[in-house]
């Protein structure tokens, strides 16, 4: 493919109700979309890419202008030298073709997302196929905020329990740990539950974080900070709950070595986070080859990042119910034609590519800043 131009969209949707974690309170959500035009043996063809970073450098060190500005002056620069330079421009040559600049692994993953849409879509292939999914559909988990009250986390999760959400993961920081753990146990009985840290914890709250060992709780995921990777493994050694690392897996290097270290029997995979799909499914066969599992995390990503997920998941090794909600879960109106819950289950789009693609009367609402960064 010979890329013609890149478009940088920005959007702003705002939540159904306020997410709120150990490090913020979102109540918009503001993601970067990538529109890039090919041209494929003669043809035009348009694909799509969703950066995952969030407004503010609160559950990484990436953020929004942060992602725009890397994009616009280096990443997508790069692609056109790649393909000046008389290299052909494939989504598994892209990581090669960035691998000098350091980080900014969402801004990566965006990119690459939008060049394999290209790609899968001008060879009429799904992301499912690309990806070896085995399964038409994945079953469907629900993030849940901290909440006001302990009354107020019930009525919300006794919703989603209502509309057939499989698993329910609860958000939990000092202070609100213990006790709605306790109460969304005592309410609902032995429903699938894990809780979800964001890195609030250190390892001197052990013999706190050791309490949920009574809940019988799937997992917990990132207790403890981004590069606490040892200290992981020491606290996985003290609880009987299993160990979930999300913010800590930067990359496939950061999961084999998260996995020696007894860091993580269980894998939250990103593909934002871990700087693209390619990255994701690397990151899901050492997990398998270990024998850990893994599951689909989510950005609260619109019907663009949640088809590709969805995709993603459809990989014999995600063994456990993802992030990957139905679009209402945080939209009242999405940017694709909206994921629906069916059974508990989320189906995966068999079209070509993403096989979804903003709604332009939609997109046109919804669009608050818009470049196009031309060769
Ligand atoms: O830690 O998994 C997380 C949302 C934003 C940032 C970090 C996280 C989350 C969620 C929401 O938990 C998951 C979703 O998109 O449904
Ligand atoms: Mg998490």
Known sequence: ??????????????????FTTSFSTQ???????????????????????????????????EYLDGARDVLRRYLIPLLYLWQDAGNTL??????????????????KAALEMAVLDVQLRASEKSFASYFGATTASVPSGVSVGIADSIDSLLGTVGNFVDQGYV?????????????????????????????DANAAYTLLDAPLLRQLDAF??????????????????????????????????????????????????????????????????????????NGVAVWCGGMLETGLGRAANAALAGMPGFTLPGDI???????????TEPFVLDAGRIAIPSG??????????ILKKVRV???TVAP
């Open 167 to 195: 698993r329910i993961k609860l958000k939990i920081k000092p202070g609100w740990d213990i006790e709605p753990v306790r109460a969304v146990r005592e309410r609902f009985g032995d429903i699938p539950l894990q809780v």
């Open 27 to 61: 109540t918009e959500r503001t993601p970067l979309l990538i529109k890039l035009t090919a041209e494929v043996e003669g043809s035009e063809v348009v694909g799509w890419g969703e950066c995952v970073a969030l407004q503010d450098p609160l559950y990484s060190e």
């Open 216 to 289: 019988d709780l799937l997992l917990i995921e990132q207790p403890l900070g981004e590069d606490d990777l040892r200290q992981h493994a020491v606290l996985a050694r003290t609880m009987r709950t299993p160990m979930c690392l999300d913010e800590s897996i930067v990359s496939a290097t950061a999961a084999a070595d998260a996995i020696a270290l007894g860091a993580a029997a269980v894998i939250n995979v990103k593909p934002g986070r871990v700087g693209g799909y390619l990255e994701a499914r690397r990151i899901h066969d050492i997990a398998s080859a």
């Open 90 to 107: 494939t989504a598994e040559m892209v990581g090669h073709a960035l691998r000098h600049i350091v980080g900014h692994r969402m801004a």
């Open 325 to 335: 909600s139905a679009s209402d879960r945080f939209y009242r109106l999405d940017i």
């Open 1 to 18: 493919m010979r890329i013609l131009n890149v478009e940088l969209i920005t959007v702003r949707l705002p939540l159904v109700a306020p």
């Open 352 to 361: 070509p590519g993403l096989g979804v693609a903003p709604l332009p009367e």
């Open 369 to 371: 800043h818009s470049e």
